[in-house]
């Protein structure tokens, strides 16, 4: 325990001195002020064409980020050769993963905080400012694909050799989750039967974290008849009692499983060599 918060505050250190994630802050800062002058009219409150904007442009901005800045992070430990000093140290790898993932959360919802901080006060002073419930649903929309995507770039930086070789997964991973998601999803469908259709449909719903926490918010925002009807049973699941509790269970198993494999690769390169 002790290791590993000394490899979360190392992290945290480390992340904060980073020009990377001042760039990053500073860009996000500007987007979330970009966000509140869409909303410039009035207080939005619920799903609207506004907030779907708002999601859209919000899916395109922090994975890509939180890619980068996690993959990034692994890879300069292999390049720079802390990892090898490291190593040397009774340090367990599940306590050097675990701090890694943590300071890295801890360094990533910091500037995410910033930013929507920034909108809250910039909202208040000029009247524009969303529905708390809405800016909570917002909140956690954006906490969860930091902690999401920072899983899939754990496993991206312990896969790359050096950052250009992360970079460029990154990007792909980015441009196939977030950009080309749909058309490929579409195309996909096209050609099953229809009796297949909705099991393939929840499959790869589960497997892009970009798409199960933008449809729990939609659906949360009260947008789920936009959905369409094959999303219909999602529908009645995320607004039931055990809803949340179950969105936040199956993120937490997607992590789990994400950080179990980050281990087992880094522990074979440790025996290995």
């Known amino acids: 325990m002790a290791n590993m918060l000394q490899v979360a505050l190392r992290e945290i250190r480390i992340g904060f001195r980073n020009p990377w994630s001042y760039s990053f802050m500073v860009l996000f800062s500007i987007f979330s002020l970009s966000l509140l002058l869409m909303n410039a009219r009035g207080v939005v409150q619920g799903y609207s064409g506004t907030t779907g904007s708002m999601i859209s442009l919000i899916l395109y901005l922090l994975p890509l980020m939180t890619l980068l800045l996690g993959s990034f992070s692994l890879t300069s430990e292999k390049e720079e050769g802390s990892w090898q000093l490291l190593s040397t140290y ?12 943590a300071g890295l959360s801890v360094t990533l919802l910091a500037i995410v905080a910033f930013g929507y901080g920034l909108m809250g006060v910039a909202g208040w002073a000029f009247g524009a400012g969303f529905a708390l419930k809405t800016y909570l649903l917002f909140l956690a929309f954006s906490a969860g694909l930091v902690l999401l995507f920072l899983a899939i770039a754990m496993i991206v930086g312990s896969l790359s050799r050096n950052r250009w070789q992360a970079m460029t997964i990154s990007v ?4 196939f989750l977030v950009i080309g998601w749909s058309t490929i999803l579409i195309a996909l469908l096209g ?6 259709i909705k099991p ?16 729990f918010v939609v659906i949360k925002l009260g947008g789920g008849a936009v959905l369409g009807p094959e999303y219909y049973d999602w529908v009645q699941w995320v607004q039931g009692t055990g809803g949340t ?16 494999l980050v281990c087992w690769i880094w522990e074979r390169r440790r025996s290995h060599g």
Do not use: D
């Open 245 to 260: 509790l179950g969105f936040l269970g199956g993120c937490a198993a997607l992590v789990g499983l994400s950080g179990a």
């Open 90 to 101: 009774p340090l367990g790898t599940v306590s050097y993963i675990v701090g890694k993932y």
């Open 191 to 196: 050609n099953l039967p229809y009796v297949w």
């Open 200 to 215: 393939v449909l929840v499959f790869f719903t589960f497997v892009n974290p970009a798409e199960l926490v933008r449809l």
């Open 172 to 175: 792909a991973l980015w441009f």
